[in-house]
Every structure is written in C-alpha cells, then in structure tokens.
C-alpha cells in the first residue's frame, strides 16, 4: 500500500487538529492501520493503531483520551484526530500499514509495519 499523509501544520496549545492518510493500492481493507510520530533527537514512537475492519484501536498512554484513530474502507483513508494538543506533541507523523490476516490483530511496533507514508510537520506552540 502506498501512503500519502496530510493535515499538519503548527496550532496552538489545546487546540486541535486532523491528520489525514490516504492509501493508493488495495486491498487497503486488510492492512492494519496506525500513526506514529518522531521528534528531533528522538526515536519514532507509536501514537495510535486501528486494526482493518476499524473495531480495535490501540493507543499510546499519552495520547489516550485525546486523540481518535479511524478508518474508512471504501475511501482507503485513516484519520488521526488530535485533540487538547501539547506542545510535547510536537514532530513529524507518519502513517504505517500492514497486511493483517486477523481482524484484530493490531500490532503497536514500527518493525511491524511494511509501508510508510513520508510524514507530516504537527507543531505545537505553547
């Protein structure tokens, strides 16, 4: 699957933001979808993941409860609302995707992952 990530930009503390992924190739239905981040200086890190039918999501303890992955099959595109944004949330996103064979199977690794999108500038200013 090939990954075209958008939506990022520099917002205010406690404001809020949608990144968008799109997928080129099918079958994007069975690919596990997530998002990770990487600051400057630091390692990539996971943020969010939805497995391919979008009814299992995992997520990272520091964005629990502020951000929403999500998925929509018909037009090969996942969502990562993020909400309440800090400044520590500051860095480039990726979107990742992998062939899954389980439903629920949601892996949270990078080395997971086989595709990647080329990621999103989200600035966050305090």
């Known amino acids: 699957v090939q990954l075209q990530a958008s939506g990022g930009g520099l917002v205010q503390a406690g404001d809020s933001l949608t990144l968008s992924c799109a997928g080129s190739?099918?079958?994007?239905?069975?690919?596990?979808m997530a998002w990770f981040r990487q600051a400057p200086g630091k390692e990539r890190e996971f943020v969010a993941a939805?497995?391919?039918?979008?009814?299992?999501?995992k997520y990272a303890d520091p964005v629990k409860g502020r951000f929403t992955i999500s998925r929509d099959n018909a037009r090969n595109t996942v969502a990562l609302q993020m909400d309440k944004l800090k400044s520590e949330d500051t860095a480039v996103y990726f979107c990742?995707?992998?062939?899954?064979?389980?439903?629920?199977?949601?892996?949270?690794?990078?080395?997971?992952?086989?595709?990647w999108g080329q990621g999103t500038q989200v600035t966050v200013s305090s």
């Open positions: 990742a995707s992998k062939y899954v064979r389980r439903a629920d199977f949601v892996p949270v690794t990078p080395d997971d992952y086989q595709d």
């Open positions: 939805i497995g391919r039918g979008g009814y299992n999501t």
């Open positions: 190739r099918r079958p994007f239905n069975m690919n596990a």
